[in-house]
């Protein structure tokens, strides 16, 4: 078969990213796709953030590690697919990323581990807002100039905002300069301990209203935890700027992914659209779990003769079926042709819209989830023959 845009990308670009809603597929194309990298001799790290459990489980993923660990060839061999490259995944654990731009940042060690060690910041390390959408780009950093690596494929998180992780960097440094961050460093900073006298009588006032509300204790190791994340703000700052940088970089390929539903769809454009304006380099815009068109296109009476007849042979052969059945199989026969016709109108809009932006790419609807290497590589197959839906 003819290679299509994929191929090309997997061949060319250091890192494509996988993006879109949730419960599009998101993460399956990106396995996917790193199984069609392997088998086209790479040796690819996908790095994800919340893998289906089978998924993990039948790549010989540990969900409790957040090591990189390589797929065992075995698999592909027993799946009877030949990869010449090697398939390597990570998971991203939020904390551990914190920390470790925590040691490499502070002015000095001893800064760093008594940050590490106050219970607060243990507590908001992960839970911050933007903190896990900024280290997934953290890692991605981090990982960019591995030399064990080809290809870099990078699974976005699952936020309930798609575009959280473009602007996960500067909302996490805004967060830091803001004006009640200030307020807490400032009655922390000159005297190494939280005191509200060395604030603006509004602030102070502002304060003790909270420390009512908080108790006194928590509003000092929330002063401590700011005035230690202060000492790392250049090194935020900076990072931030790199990574805007970066992706918008001729190394990174965005993947828009979607499904055929209307909400997907609409969130997918609205990404796409973003991802334009902003002139980050866009891939492809690959429509998952599209609908195929069965023959036939109306309830006649020649359709329902057929179906009548096969469910006719069906209750000889022993099937359980009531009276209805053959009108009912007519019925849903209909039906699934009417899905699939949607699905290519949909499909053909987008190619009207998006076609000069990014090839637009469709992947059949399967029968069953996609839990396995074998799998995987039935759908690594598809992306790498797919070709641009024709307007």
Same mark, same amino acid.
């Given at each position: 078969?003819?290679?299509?845009?994929?191929?090309?990308?997997?061949?060319?670009?250091?890192?494509?990213? /996988?993006?879109?809603?949730?419960?599009?597929?998101?993460?399956?194309?990106?396995?996917?796709?790193?199984?069609?990298?392997?088998?086209?001799?790479?040796?690819?790290?996908?790095?994800? @953030?919340?893998? $289906?459990?089978?998924?993990?489980?039948?790549?010989?993923?540990?969900?409790?590690?957040?090591?990189?660990?390589?797929?065992?060839?075995?698999?592909?061999?027993?799946?009877?697919?030949?990869?010449?490259?090697?398939?390597?995944?990570?998971?991203?654990?939020?904390?551990?990323?914190?920390?470790?731009?925590?040691?490499?940042?502070?002015?000095?060690?001893?800064? &760093?581990?008594?940050?590490?060690?106050?219970?607060?910041?243990?507590?908001?390390?992960?839970?911050?807002?933007? /903190?896990? +959408?900024?280290?997934?780009?953290?890692?991605?950093?981090?990982?960019?100039?591995?030399?064990?690596?080809?290809?870099? @494929?990078?699974?976005?998180?699952?936020?309930?905002?798609?575009?959280?992780?473009?602007?996960?960097?500067?909302?996490?440094?805004?967060?830091?300069?803001?004006?009640?961050?200030?307020?807490? @460093?400032?009655?922390?900073?000159?005297?190494?301990?939280?005191?509200?006298?060395?604030?603006?009588?509004?602030?102070?006032?502002?304060?003790?209203?909270?420390?009512? *509300?908080?108790?006194?204790?928590?509003?000092?190791?929330?002063? +401590?935890?700011?005035?230690?994340?202060?000492?790392?703000?250049?090194?935020?700052?900076?990072?931030?700027?790199?990574?805007?940088?970066?992706? &918008?970089?001729?190394?990174?390929?965005?993947?828009?992914?979607?499904?055929?539903?209307?909400? &997907?769809?609409? +969130?997918?454009?609205?990404?796409?659209?973003?991802?334009?304006?902003?002139?980050?380099?866009?891939?492809?815009? *690959?429509?998952?779990?599209?609908?195929?068109?069965?023959?036939?296109?109306?309830?006649?009476?020649?359709?329902?003769?057929?179906?009548? $007849?096969?469910?006719?042979?069906?209750?000889?052969?022993?099937?359980?079926?009531?009276?209805?059945?053959?009108?009912?199989?007519?019925?849903?026969?209909?039906?699934?042709?009417? @899905?699939? $016709?949607?699905?290519?109108?949909?499909? &053909? +809009?987008?190619?009207?819209?998006?076609?000069?932006?990014?090839?637009?790419?469709?992947?059949?609807?399967?029968?069953?989830?996609?839990?396995?290497?074998?799998?995987?590589?039935?759908?690594?197959?598809?992306?790498? /023959?797919?070709?641009?839906?024709?307007?």
């Amino acid at each position: 078969m003819t290679d299509g845009p994929i191929a090309s990308l997997l061949d060319s670009h250091r890192v494509l990213v /996988t993006c879109g809603a949730g419960g599009v597929g998101k993460t399956t194309t990106a396995a996917a796709l790193g199984v069609a990298a392997a088998r086209r001799g790479k040796r690819v790290l996908v790095l994800t @953030i919340d893998p $289906a459990r089978r998924l993990a489980e039948s790549l010989g993923i540990d969900m409790e590690s957040a090591e990189a660990m390589t797929v065992a060839p075995e698999l592909f061999e027993a799946a009877g697919y030949r990869a010449t490259g090697s398939l390597t995944a990570m998971m991203l654990d939020t904390k551990r990323t914190f920390d470790d731009l925590v040691r490499k940042h502070s002015s000095t060690p001893e800064r &760093a581990e008594k940050l590490l060690c106050n219970k607060l910041y243990q507590q908001i390390s992960s839970s911050l807002a933007g /903190t896990q +959408e900024y280290m997934a780009m953290e890692k991605l950093i981090a990982v960019r100039d591995d030399a064990r690596f080809d290809l870099i @494929i990078l699974d976005t998180p699952p936020t309930p905002n798609a575009l959280d992780f473009l602007d996960a960097p500067q909302k996490l440094v805004d967060a830091l300069d803001s004006v009640a961050m200030r307020w807490f @460093i400032d009655a922390f900073e000159s005297s190494g301990k939280f005191s509200l006298n060395l604030l603006a009588k509004s602030a102070g006032v502002i304060l003790r209203g909270l420390g009512k *509300i908080t108790g006194g204790a928590f509003l000092a190791d929330m002063a +401590e935890v700011l005035s230690q994340l202060d000492d790392l703000f250049g090194g935020f700052k900076e990072r931030a700027a790199r990574v805007q940088s970066f992706l &918008a970089s001729e190394e990174v390929r965005f993947l828009v992914v979607a499904s055929p539903s209307p909400v &997907a769809v609409q +969130e997918a454009l609205f990404f796409a659209g973003r991802l334009r304006d902003s002139r980050m380099p866009c891939g492809a815009f *690959i429509l998952n779990q599209v609908h195929g068109s069965p023959s036939g296109s109306a309830l006649d009476d020649e359709l329902l003769s057929r179906a009548e $007849a096969f469910s006719d042979r069906m209750r000889i052969a022993g099937a359980p079926l009531d009276d209805d059945a053959g009108t009912r199989i007519a019925e849903a026969y209909v039906d699934a042709h009417r @899905i699939a $016709a949607h699905d290519a109108k949909l499909l &053909a +809009e987008l190619a009207r819209s998006w076609s000069r932006t990014m090839p637009v790419l469709a992947l059949p609807r399967l029968s069953q989830d996609v839990h396995d290497v074998r799998l995987l590589g039935h759908v690594s197959e598809f992306l790498l /023959t797919a070709q641009p839906v024709n307007v």
